[in-house]
């Protein structure tokens, strides 16, 4: 029997995972979803008991530390999640032999390069948050050798803080937004994240050892947050959650009122994940054709 715990189980992707777990025909599968409420992962014990309790063949952790703001006031708090709750998991994962299958960022990457990034790419975050990802990886890649780092993007659903949801508030409170349009990515729907992470973890249990490692996967096609913006807006007026649409400015990243440098391309390349598991990337305006589950 296959045993499967799913840490984070109430943010953006830990949801949708739940979902769509409930939706596939997995025989003798042993499920455990649990979120901060049931145990927190910067606490070493709680992480030990817990997986020595359940036993899992599989751990996948969807659970961060994602306020990329915050993470430059206050770095020891995202530290504790993104770094020392990965170790903790990565070393109780390590000691039953479990494949660790673990969720990172675009912004390990400092955004110079002026092509999509590849996995073997330097990584130079630019931020606190993007430096407590990377160390987290690290701590996987040294800790658990039967693991799996997917790097992601610009991650939006119904739940949560997302940029989708942000625009759509913001759309109805102020008549002029300005929006970065310098900054190019590519947006990730949660719920296409969840289905991949499920693909992966069934190949890994059907005995692909030789797919231990890390992968890219995000939306496409890439764009700007100003692009993204006008795309959320328009669909927004054509499915008539807005009658009226603000004006939409552009404006460089220079401009843009914060503390956190953030990189000016994170497009990321996905051929691996597509050579490895037959997994393609997802189409970000698919997840938008209905607006509405998205509005507050």
Known sequence: MSRWLIIGANGQVGKHLNSVLQSYPIDNLALLAVGR???????????KSLINDFQPTIVINAAAYTNVEQAEHHPEVAEKTNVKGVQNLAEATAQIGACLIHLSSDYVFDGQLKQPYHEEDLTNPLNQYGKTKLAGELAVKSINPRHIILRT??????????????????AKE????????????????????????VQIALQIQEGREDAFGLYHFSGFPYISWYLFAQFILAQAQQQKILSKLPTLLPMSSKEYASIVKRPLNTCLAMDKIKRTFAIEPSDWQ???????????
């Open 37 to 47: 409420e049931s145990v927190d992962i910067t606490y070493t014990k709680a992480v």
């Open 153 to 170: 993007s610009w991650v939006f659903s119904e739940q949560g803080h997302n940029f989708v949801k942000t625009i759509l508030r913001l």
């Open 174 to 197: 102020k008549e002029t937004l300005q929006i970065v349009a310098d900054q190019i990515g590519a947006p990730t729907y949660a719920g296409d994240i969840a289905q991949v992470l």
């Open 286 to 296: 698919k997840a938008l054709v209905r607006l509405h589950p998205y509005i507050e």
